[in-house]
């Protein structure tokens, strides 16, 4: 008998209020490794509230979340993280001030080897720089130089830079929201190329986007919300594009 593996996130029932305002009702939504989950909808769909419920920042109110077949309770960021769920944000949370390398490890420094028990220990600059440019060089990230204030790169180098970092804690899960929001054509490439690398390496990817060129270029599936529900679960490669986007602004529903 062929046993079949569960799924890397599975999301049943999921509701979070605001007040008097239904967030989310009844959301269900499923993660495989090595797959890439386009969430798509309108604004005010809950798109952000959901990454928002997964991440652990917004607990949701009703629902249940397994995380590679075990019931868990996601309430903190720190919980998320421990499990292998990284996020990053539309904001990225940049420090401009600090190279590349610096906001790598921002949070995980490295300290150099000292006296055992020693309070202060000087910062392994020139180990995270290392560190750095081989994680960038395997991610085929274009960065000429570490040490380069963050402040000085691109947009698309900034969004690539932030993923990276999320990827120093190893993790199983990476939700992106709007990674190539404001980029251009060149810049969007290179961070659809990463995506499509972070799914080489088994990692479970989902991808809020409101471009459905990017959606078909890199999702395996596409799961559609409007008002905060359910609007539709797509296979993206064989499904027309219009078609999505029908579900999108409610003209039809695959739910």
């Given at each position: 008998m062929?046993?079949t593996?569960?799924?890397?996130l599975?999301?049943?029932?999921?509701?979070?209020r605001?007040?008097?305002?239904?967030?989310?009702?009844?959301?269900?939504l499923?993660?495989?490794?090595g797959?890439?989950?386009?969430?798509l909808?309108d604004?005010?769909a809950?798109?952000?509230?959901l990454?928002?419920v997964?991440?652990?920042?917004?607990?949701?109110?009703k629902?249940?979340?397994?995380w590679?077949?075990?019931?868990?309770?996601?309430?903190?960021?720190?919980?998320?993280?421990?499990?292998?769920?990284a996020?990053?944000?539309q904001?990225?949370?940049?420090?401009?001030?600090?190279?590349?390398?610096?906001?790598?490890?921002?949070?995980?420094?490295?300290?150099?080897?000292g006296?055992?028990?020693?309070?202060?220990?000087?910062?392994?600059?020139?180990?995270?720089?290392a560190?750095a440019?081989r994680?960038?060089?395997?991610l085929?990230?274009?960065?000429?130089d570490?040490?380069?204030?963050v402040?000085?790169?691109?947009?698309?180098?900034r969004?690539?830079?932030?993923i990276?970092r999320?990827?120093?804690?190893?993790p199983?899960?990476?939700l992106?929201d709007?990674?190539?929001?404001?980029?251009?054509?060149?810049?969007?490439?290179h961070?659809?190329?990463?995506?499509?690398?972070?799914?080489?390496?088994g990692?479970?990817?989902?991808?809020?986007?409101?471009?459905l060129?990017?959606?078909?270029?890199?999702?395996d599936?596409?799961?559609v919300l409007?008002l905060g529900?359910?609007?539709?679960?797509?296979?993206v490669?064989?499904t027309p594009?219009d078609?999505?986007?029908?579900?999108?602004?409610?003209?039809?529903?695959?739910?």
């Amino acid at each position: 008998m062929r046993v079949t593996e569960p799924p890397l996130l599975s999301l049943r029932g999921i509701s979070k209020r605001y007040g008097a305002v239904q967030a989310l009702e009844d959301v269900d939504l499923e993660l495989h490794r090595g797959e890439v989950v386009a969430l798509l909808g309108d604004n005010g769909a809950g798109k952000s509230t959901l990454i928002r419920v997964i991440a652990g920042v917004d607990p949701a109110d009703k629902g249940v979340i397994e995380w590679e077949g075990q019931a868990v309770h996601i309430r903190t960021p720190r919980i998320a993280q421990r499990l292998g769920i990284a996020t990053v944000y539309q904001s990225l949370a940049l420090c401009d001030d600090l190279d590349v390398a610096e906001n790598l490890f921002l949070g995980r420094e490295r300290r150099r080897p000292g006296v055992r028990g020693r309070l202060f220990r000087l910062m392994d600059n020139g180990g995270m720089r290392a560190e750095a440019r081989r994680q960038l060089d395997a991610l085929g990230i274009r960065v000429p130089d570490v040490r380069a204030p963050v402040a000085s790169l691109s947009a698309g180098q900034r969004q690539t830079v932030a993923i990276s970092r999320a990827l120093l804690g190893r993790p199983k899960a990476v939700l992106l929201d709007e990674p190539t929001a404001a980029l251009g054509v060149p810049q969007a490439g290179h961070v659809l190329d990463l995506v499509d690398e972070l799914r080489d390496r088994g990692i479970g990817v989902i991808l809020i986007s409101h471009n459905l060129g990017d959606v078909k270029a890199v999702a395996d599936e596409a799961a559609v919300l409007r008002l905060g529900r359910n609007n539709g679960f797509f296979h993206v490669p064989t499904t027309p594009q219009d078609r999505i986007f029908s579900s999108i602004v409610g003209a039809t529903s695959n739910a």
